[in-house]
């Protein structure tokens, strides 16, 4: 493409390849389109436009978690008034993999966990999601957690959500935590007991169905790891008369397969032959579950605000023999690959030899802009750096354009699903039905440009001025921002530390306090996996068994310096300090994501709106921008020294 060449009406500026270097973009290109298109999604109401479904009062049914059996007892491993040494809240697969760390110290049996959840089972976002076509984006030989030690083989390249699910099972059975768990039961508030040193929980039971079952509990612990997810809580679009709806509705996160028909694993719609479905949304959910939706439903009307880009997805069965051979041949091979993978996307220079996963996570080297990269990144270089990234994205970006005219035939539709925005801004998508499904008869786009629908009425949805009738609405709006809250506020409970000071507030004045992210101080012995002062991959599940072993290993090195697992540990205010400043020198390098497409990554465009003070604040409290592999580095090296440095250990009586 040559200088000032015209792509779709928009004036660009991109020189030609150049073979020996990165195409450098200037400052009138496509990021013009990209700022126009930007600006139509803009919301003054932001992260208020939507409706939090675990903390509000109406749309129950909703939110209501059709998995589990009305009248399924809870389990309480520890009764009313009893103690525990170590409380996990969250039973996804970070309170999985912290419990089975934990064990594996050889400091603490499954007896000393209590493992508490809302959800009725092992799995967190992977036990409530269950819809048609679900996936998973990253690599299962990289996703899946301890796979060396379970000794498993993903069936495909990429797993499907129910065989994800039964993974998380089996590493529960393996370490002996469902007796341990309590379901249907969550976390209402958390007390550090500066008498006894320990946390004091309030937890409700509330069984489904039998509100007569429902009652309040509290126990004791030395520890608490609080594992609630990223993206935990479903949201629904704030509209009005959304209950007058007489159809059937229901969220993607709370898939309703007895009014659907069909399974997980045989996704047979055929519930919805001969009525008119509206899906709302089309994030990562909608692209895999569109094509199943447009096989049965009559009629589809799928409504858009902003398009997601959408990839080939290469995925196979898993032949075990190649498995053993190529990718599991040596110990150890989980984690190398899980950081080549990273080298990868992180764009990390010179590239590795070898490409292991070699997929089109692995061929985005822009996404970089959002995980960090080994490039030193100064005020001086910045802007250089941001044209450096647009010109690593712009290929990909308009490749996947252009795919998507090749595929949808109407070309209204098709530029109306084109991704006018940088790749790293929205989570990116792998699907070969999603764009095909608009080539179906009775499949119809109804693009927002970006701005809200109207209002649900009785029957159908009305935006700009025309009511679609439908006889179903599902709901593909995602989950709240995982920046709206600290890890306790994400689970809707309270926790309070030394001297009566609370996390949330803590959180919400940007005044984050760790040494190296799985700690805050004033409030010791809680740990936590998160994306603030740590590292972050596009991987999470690499995230979180980092996390998890480095806290067990800190912890069996606290218990031996003090000579008992009855500790109190907590950074000290210079460790803290320290770290902020470390993590804040890097933060330039990550702030390519501003100027994005409001979504969850920047809390609707609210984290552009910061003051000057809010983007200092913020600084200290972004993501090691060195990226992950050079993050898990620093922490082997941490550890190696064996000195605890930033944290003060002292025992608990």
Known sequence: ????????????????????????????????????????????????????????????????????EVGTPVNEPVPDGGHSKILIIGAGFSGIVFAAYLIKSGIFTADDLLIVDPAGGFGGTW???????????????????????????????????????????????????????MFQSSALS????????????????????????????????????????????????????????????????????KFTGGSEEEPYLTGLEGKSVAVVGTGATCVQALPHIARHATKVYVFQRTPSAVDVKENHETDPQVFRQKVASEGGWWRRRAENFNAWTLNTQPSPEVNMVNDQWT????????????????????????????????????????????????????KQLQAWYPGWCKRPTFNNEYLQSYNRPGVYLVHTDGRPIDRVMPDGIEFDGKTYKVDV?????????????????????????????????????????????????????????????????????????????????????????????????????????????????????????????????????AADKLSPEQQAKMARNSTWSKGFNSFYALLEEWRARGTLEGLEVTAAS
């Open 127 to 181: 036990f409530f999601n269950r819809y048609p076509g679900l996936v998973c984006d990253v690599e299962s030989y990289i996703y899946l957690p301890l796979l060396e030690e379970m000794d498993y083989i993903p069936k495909h390249k990429y797993s499907s959500g129910h065989e994800i699910r039964a993974y998380a099972e089996s590493i529960a059975d393996e370490y002996g935590l469902r007796e341990r768990a």
């Open 473 to 605: 609405i599902i709901w593909s709006t995602g989950f709240a921002s995982p920046g709206q809250s600290s890890p306790a506020g994400r689970a809707n409970m309270t926790v309070t530390g030394i001297d009566g000071q609370s996390l949330e507030e803590r959180w919400q004045t940007m005044d984050w306090q760790s040494v190296h992210g799985w700690n805050q101080r004033s409030f010791p012995n809680m740990f936590w996996t998160g994306l603030l002062q740590a590292g972050a991959s596009a991987n999470f599940l690499h995230m979180t068994d980092t996390i998890a072993m480095h806290v067990a290993a800190t912890i069996k090195q606290a218990a031996e310096r003090v000579g008992s697992t009855k500790l109190v540990m907590q950074p000290t205010a210079e460790g803290a300090r320290q770290w902020g400043d470390r993590v804040a020198t890097g933060a330039i390098a990550l702030a390519g994501t501003s100027g994005c497409t409001p979504s969850y990554y920047n809390m609707e465009g």
């Open 1 to 68: 493409m040559g200088p000032e060449e015209d792509v779709r009406g928009v004036d660009l500026n991109v020189p030609s390849e150049d073979l020996s270097s990165h195409k450098i973009a200037t400052a009138v290109d496509v990021r013009v389109r990209y700022d126009r298109e930007r600006e139509k999604r803009l919301n003054e109401k932001g992260v208020a436009q939507y409706i939090d479904l675990r903390t509000t009062g109406k749309y129950k049914h909703v939110y209501e978690d059709p998995a589990v």
């Open 190 to 257: 958390l007390t550090w007991d500066k008498g006894c040193k320990e946390w004091r929980t309030e937890i409700l039971e509330k069984p489904k169905g039998r509100p007569d079952w429902e009652r309040k509990i509290t126990v004791r612990s030395d520890f608490a790891i609080i594992n609630t997810g990223l993206l935990n809580n479903p949201k629904l679009p704030d509209l009005l008369n959304i209950d007058n709806f007489k159809g059937h509705m229901f969220h993607t996160a709370r898939w309703d397969w």
């Open 363 to 414: 061929k985005m080297a822009s996404y970089s802009a959002l995980q960090g990269s080994s490039k030193e990144v100064t005020l001086e270089n910045f802007s250089e750096h941001i044209s450096e990234l647009h010109a690593l994205d712009f290929p990909r970006q308009e490749r996947l354009r252009k795919r998507t005219e090749e595929i949808v035939k109407d070309q209204k539709t098709a």
